[in-house]
């Protein structure tokens, strides 16, 4: 996607040291970038606050993560807010949770309208509240026009969960006699899943050191590459993106193939 050089170089102005902002290959940033937004509860804990308020923290980063990617130029960000398994969390914290969705997507509204971003949800948003459910459509619907990079939201998201409903979707399908059986390829499976239409992401960013998947995005990520940083989610910033993107620019990417220096 095309960026606006102005704009990127005074987001990315005054790097701290150590942030190699310079060396980023600006032709070379991933298409889509996936957040595992982890760690807000440690991060509030580790304060001495309530679990609630590393969620409120966790805002503030989401928001600049989506701004910079916007400057960089990135095509889709989507981001894990909440699982399908987080409903068996405390009522208290689910219920802040649906609240800070949706005054969240209130809030940030005037941000998506200036930069242009187009909003999609990954996951049964059908079973949420119905007043954050309510806020969630209004809101996809005062963005429904944009063209920009895409922001893609998973709530009550789980990857089982996607696959399965897909898997039945092309099932009853081939029962109704609308698809042959043998046509039945990757492809097909893609285009029933909630991320139909977008590109499979080429970085994964998990935050607070967890080294697993937690269900998230298991389809998509076949070849994408990970990047785990110990750095709780509220305190991710953009020169953490930068970091990300720089050690994914750093790896060999070969696709189940030969590296480039091995063909060669
Ligand atoms: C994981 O931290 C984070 C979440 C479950 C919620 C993240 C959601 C946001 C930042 C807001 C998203 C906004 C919209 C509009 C969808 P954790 O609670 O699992 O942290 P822990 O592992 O330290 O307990």
Redesign the pocket.
């Known amino acids: 996607m095309q960026y606006d050089e102005h704009k990127l170089v005074e987001y990315f102005a005054d790097a701290p040291a150590g942030v190699g902002f310079s060396d980023l290959d600006l032709n070379n940033i991933p298409h889509h970038i996936s957040c595992i937004?982890?760690?807000?509860?440690?991060?509030a804990t580790s304060r001495g606050l309530a679990?609630t308020e590393?969620?409120k923290a966790?805002?503030v980063s989401?928001r600049e993560i989506i701004t910079a990617c916007v400057r960089l130029g990135v095509d889709v960000l989507s981001?894990y807010?909440?699982s399908t398994e987080?409903w068996n969390r405390p009522q208290h914290e689910v219920n802040v949770?649906m609240h800070?969705?949706a005054k969240?997507?209130i809030d940030e509204l005037p941000l998506l309208k200036r930069e242009n971003v187009r909003v999609v949800f990954l996951g049964d948003i059908s079973a949420l509240p119905k007043k954050t459910r309510d806020v969630f459509e209004r809101g996809l619907a005062e963005c429904a026009d944009h063209t920009g990079m895409t922001l893609a939201?998973a709530?009550n998201y789980g990857a089982r969960a996607e696959i399965t409903r897909a898997v039945r979707q092309i099932a009853l399908d081939a029962a109704a006699g609308k698809i042959d059986p043998g046509a039945i390829d990757d492809d097909m499976v893609a285009s029933h899943l909630y991320t139909a239409g977008l590109p499979d992401p080429e970085l994964v960013i998990r935050t607070?050191g967890e080294l697993r998947l937690s269900n998230y995005l298991l389809w998509q990520v076949a070849y994408s590459e990970f990047y785990v940083t110990d750095t709780y989610?509220p305190d991710f910033d953009r020169w953490g993106l930068v970091d990300a993107i720089l050690a994914y620019q750093g790896r060999d990417r070969r696709f189940g193939g030969l590296s480039k220096t091995e063909e060669a």
């Open positions: 937004m982890d760690g807000n509860g440690r991060w679990r590393g969620h966790g805002i989401l981001a807010a909440f987080n949770l800070l969705f969240t997507f939201l709530v607070s989610w």
